[in-house]
């Protein structure tokens, strides 16, 4: 299923999928038990696991933590593969730490995620540390020089970010290798300010920094297609995941059925792709506007010809 030296966070486990959401309208135990053992069968090294709410369905925290202590041990029955908690409330990591058992899991889970507006990111860390868990760093929400934070504008933002919780880190015990960054990835479809060049641009720099060397590197492989013709959204995600195995990155939290392979680099759809998004640097003399029009010319262009 997954590529040499990529490891897949399965995210089918999530209100966003259809199977999910049913599962956890009906709070079907066995429902999330199917989900994780299609995607331990097809080689996911993590599950996911959110069950928050979307544009489409409602969720609030209290039925989430009501939910927890059946459907964890209920996952936990039938794989042994860690689960990655996905929630930005500490109230959420904790309910899920009181009723999952480390010793059941062949690894250490996730929690999912840091970033600088945390309400509770001492505590969070503190979660990290007490139960050995590894950790994914959203690091597009940037710290800024002056103190403040907002979203990153520059690959440099995300590099400092990403030493700032490396440093953070380190300090609690949590090594590197336990750390996994996501630079952020948004939909090629509404890009016109060249945000998917900042995630590959961002990869790169992070493997170019010296204090963040065994860093992992992830994203939401799903969100790029997003808006896409609906018979390019898979080819297009696995065109992207190429070129950003390339720039670095060796985890990706993904749909095992669909989209952790990626294509080969000579093919097409790859050097297309690579061709638009070079469409989307700046050249002298021109907004962000300019060049992110481009771009997104360029993008139609390639679903033109694919089609």
């Known amino acids: 299923m997954s590529h040499t030296n990529l490891k897949i966070i399965g995210e089918l486990m999530n209100n966003s999928y259809g199977r999910a959401r049913k599962a956890w ?54 794989t042994d593969l860690p689960i990655s908690f996905d929630n930005p409330d500490i109230l959420f990591h904790q309910e899920c730490l009181r009723h999952y058992r480390p010793e059941k899991a062949n690894g250490r889970p996730i929690l999912n995620s840091l970033a600088i507006s945390r309400q509770h990111l001492p505590e969070m860390v503190q979660l990290v540390k007490e139960h050995d868990m590894n950790v994914i760093v959203m690091a597009s929400e940037c710290l800024m020089p002056d103190g403040s934070h907002g979203s990153a504008k520059t690959a440099d933002d995300i590099v400092r970010t990403s030493l700032y919780f490396v440093s953070m880190l ?9 750390i996994i960054i996501d630079p952020g990835l948004a939909p090629v479809a509404s890009d016109t300010s060249g945000l998917i060049n900042l995630c590959l641009d961002s990869i790169r720099g992070i493997r170019a920094e010296k204090e963040l060397e065994g860093i992992h590197i992830s994203v939401g492989l799903s969100n790029f297609a997003i808006g896409a013709p609906k018979p390019m959204q898979i080819p297009l995600e696995r065109a992207f995941l190429c070129l950003a195995m390339e720039a670095g990155m060796d985890f990706a939290l993904s749909n095992p059925e669909k989209n952790t ?47």
């Open 170 to 178: 380190k300090e609690q015990g949590i090594a590197n290798d336990r």
């Open 25 to 78: 309208q009906s709070r079907s135990v066995a429902g999330y038990q199917e989900l994780a053992k299609i995607q331990t069968d097809l080689g996911a090294s993590f599950l996911t696991l959110n069950i928050d709410g979307t544009q489409k369905l409602a969720v609030s925290l209290q039925e989430m933590l009501e939910f927890l202590p059946q459907v964890i041990p209920a996952i936990q029955e039938v």
């Open 261 to 307: 392979v990626p294509m080969p680099r000579n093919e097409k759809l790859v050097q297309d792709l690579f061709a638009a998004l070079e469409q989307g640097r700046l050249q002298p003399g021109e907004s962000d506007e300019d060049a992110g029009y481009r771009q997104l010319d360029a993008i139609m262009e390639l679903w033109a010809d694919e089609n």
